[in-house]
Nanobody, 127 residues
Framework: QVQPVESGGGSMQAGGSLRLSCAAS????????MGWFRQAPGKLREGVAT????????YYADSVKGRFTISQDNAKNTLYLQMDSLRPEDTAMYYC????????????????????WGQGTQVTVSS
């Protein structure tokens, strides 16, 4: 089991941008699903964006469509989340997650689809 490592969180005013990074070294295996999830205090963990590393299929939560972009660098097994037009409701701990088992199906926004989780990076957006 390999734990992803997130970076890039911080504080930002509404309307600003942040870019999160996730290093997920799974050598000698490659991740099949990679994704970003978030959890605000008192709320359940929710999927933000996921990507299938083999074909680039992406899924986004409705609340972030058009504002957030997930991307990958396969050579580095690194995942990114570009967050633009940030809103106070985006405030949460953001987690990177990966899974290498393709037979489990599409890389949808369900936390149960992912097996390896990072420690999280805090994103705080003020109004």
């Amino acid at each position: 089991q390999v734990q992803p490592v997130e970076s890039g969180g911080g504080s930002m005013q509404a309307g600003g941008s942040l870019r999160l990074s996730c290093a997920a070294s799974t050598y000698p295996y490659s991740s099949y699903c990679m994704g970003w999830f978030r959890q605000a205090p008192g709320k359940l963990r929710e999927g933000v964006a996921t990507i299938t590393t083999t074909d680039g299929t992406t899924y986004y939560a409705d609340s972030v469509k058009g504002r957030f972009t997930i991307s990958q660098d396969n050579a580095k097994n690194t995942l990114y989340l570009q967050m633009d037009s940030l809103r106070p409701e985006d405030t949460a701990m953001y987690y990177c997650a990966t899974d290498r088992w393709a037979p489990l199906g599409p890389c949808r926004l369900s936390p149960g689809r992912f097996s390896d989780w990072g420690q999280g990076t805090q994103v705080t957006v003020s109004s």
